[in-house]
């Protein structure tokens, strides 16, 4: 059986919906890659906690490593600032 | 009519209006939704009823794995995991293409806002340390596969990610390690067609495509299988690993290198005294 | 025996309060100090503290072999990764040219 979230379960979607939402208004790019870490970890814990291991670990890897390795990048590439 | 600097078109007016509108029905309906779909970890739920207690029951005893999702990915669904192993390498391959083509007309004015600098025997010294563990840790987990959460996908982006570690710590000027992009474009193409290559050799001995149990491999059914899912996960961590360099080292490539970085940084940084 | 926990629960109880002090320090001096050097001072220091102090606590409170092995490669690895990110985002800050808090600036808020 899995477990139910709980307030740690519930604690971290707070915080993925924060994260994300903080993400999509940030107007410096590395902010936005940032929160957009701190959600994926956020979310990984998540799946860790309600069983799902191996969508946690891809999740710390995907999500957590390289998508902000990625995102970060891509803002050298760019620029860093939205008007 | 072109639009103002600065600004897109589609920030005013009509378009804005409709796609909020589309927006609110479309989280609407999805949230509406939600009130049909079994709760979580129902027992009772379909999903729960049909299909997993197949697995479960007989995973272990047909794939030879210990771990249910790689059974289930590499094995009972295999052709779900060539997909997406197909669209990741797509992707890198779309990156390629664009980036490529726009390097071909860079401009020769860096980006404002960020400089990228390299080097310092802290962070040299750190990636030397850490870098094979972490290389080691990805075979880990591509081979512990079985048994243990992980597998291929996990292990390429982790063998990925160890590579890329190296080359933001050492730029792209430093000493070379690992493959480079042509390298790592034709350790992806080998990956993904390691994948199907498997998949048409089990059509060959006369099974279904990706159905390993027909392959020639020697012992019961499930060994085979365990060998067989190795075989793919192996293929998918190529693959993967492959298409993270590509695309380190595709975006990363426009990033220019100052003549300040290049000497180590030991200049007086602007501003600092402020 | 203490408050009925064994010695070993309560040497990992004091392990996990300092490590508790040590990220309470941490998120007090990225609160409070003036510029970003100083915080990622304290963040940088205090973390690494409280994590090596968790991990010993997680260590003692295991008791399988294998999981301490993998706590003590946790904190190998943290113990060299903590440090050197620091380190990377002190001197790409400094590079960057972001500015040194002084008393010029005036009183800390």
Same mark, same amino acid.
């Given at each position: 059986m899995i477990p139910p979230p709980g307030v740690i379960g519930v604690g971290l979607l707070a915080v993925m919906l924060v994260a994300a939402t903080a993400a999509l208004f940030a107007r410096d790019l590395l902010v936005a890659a940032a929160l957009f870490g701190v959600f994926s970890f956020a979310a990984a814990t998540w799946f860790a906690l309600v069983g799902a291991v191996d969508v946690a670990f891809t999740e710390a890897c995907v999500g957590g490593a390289l998508s902000t390795i990625l995102f970060v990048s891509a803002a050298h590439r760019t620029r860093r600032w939205l008007d | 009519m072109s639009p103002a600097?600065?600004?897109? +078109?589609? +920030?005013?007016g009509v378009p804005r209006i409709l796609g909020a509108l589309a927006f609110a029905a479309l989280l609407g309906g999805l949230v509406a939704g939600i009130r049909d779909?079994?709760?979580?970890?129902?027992? &009772?739920?379909p999903a729960a009823t049909h299909v997993s207690p197949r697995f479960i029951e007989a995973a272990a005893r047909e794939?030879? &794995? &210990?771990n249910m999702v790689t059974a289930v990915l590499a094995d009972y669904r295999g052709y779900d995991t060539l997909g997406e192993t197909a669209v990741i390498f797509a992707a890198g391959l779309g990156c390629l293409i664009i980036l490529a083509l726009a390097a071909a007309d860079r401009r020769e004015t860096p980006p404002p806002g960020l400089t990228h600098r390299f080097g310092s025997p802290i962070l040299d010294v750190s990636a030397r340390v850490l870098t094979p563990w972490i290389l080691m840790f990805a075979l880990y987990v591509l081979i512990h596969g079985h048994v243990s959460p992980g597998g291929g996908f996990q292990g390429g982006v982790l063998f990925g990610s160890g590579l890329v570690v190296v080359r933001l710590v050492r730029? +792209? +000027?430093?000493p070379a390690f690992g493959p480079g992009p042509r390298a790592a474009l034709v350790l992806a193409c080998a990956g993904v067609l390691a994948f199907l290559g498997i998949g048409f050799l089990a059509m060959a001995f006369g099974?279904?495509?990706?159905?390993?149990?027909?392959?020639?491999?020697?012992?019961?059914e499930a060994h085979v299988r365990e060998l067989a899912t190795l075989g793919v996960e192996a293929a998918v961590f190529a693959a993967v690993a492959g298409t993270v360099c590509v695309l380190f080292a595709t975006i990363s490539a426009g990033v220019r290198e100052t003549e300040a970085a290049r000497s180590a940084g030991s200049a007086s940084p602007p501003g600092s005294d402020g | 025996m203490i408050f009925g926990l064994s010695a070993i629960e309560v040497v990992a109880t004091l392990l996990l309060a300092g490590s508790l002090f040590f990220c309470l320090a941490a998120v007090t001096g990225v609160l409070r100090l003036p510029d970003f050097y100083t915080r990622l001072h304290a963040s940088g220091k205090c973390d690494t503290a409280g994590l090596s102090l968790a991990l010993v606590a997680f260590a003692l409170l295991a008791g399988d072999a294998l999981t301490v092995v993998k706590l003590a490669f946790l904190g190998f690895f943290a113990a060299i990764a903590n440090p050197t990110a620091t380190h990377a985002l002190g001197q790409a800050a400094r590079r960057s040219g972001v500015p040194v808090w002084t008393a010029r600036h005036g009183p800390p808020r």
């Open positions: - | 600097p600065g600004k897109t +078109r589609l +920030r005013h779909l079994p709760r979580l970890g129902d027992p &009772a739920s794939t030879g &794995a &210990a730029g +792209r +000027r430093g099974g279904e495509f990706l159905d390993y149990g027909t392959l020639p491999l020697g012992g019961d | -």
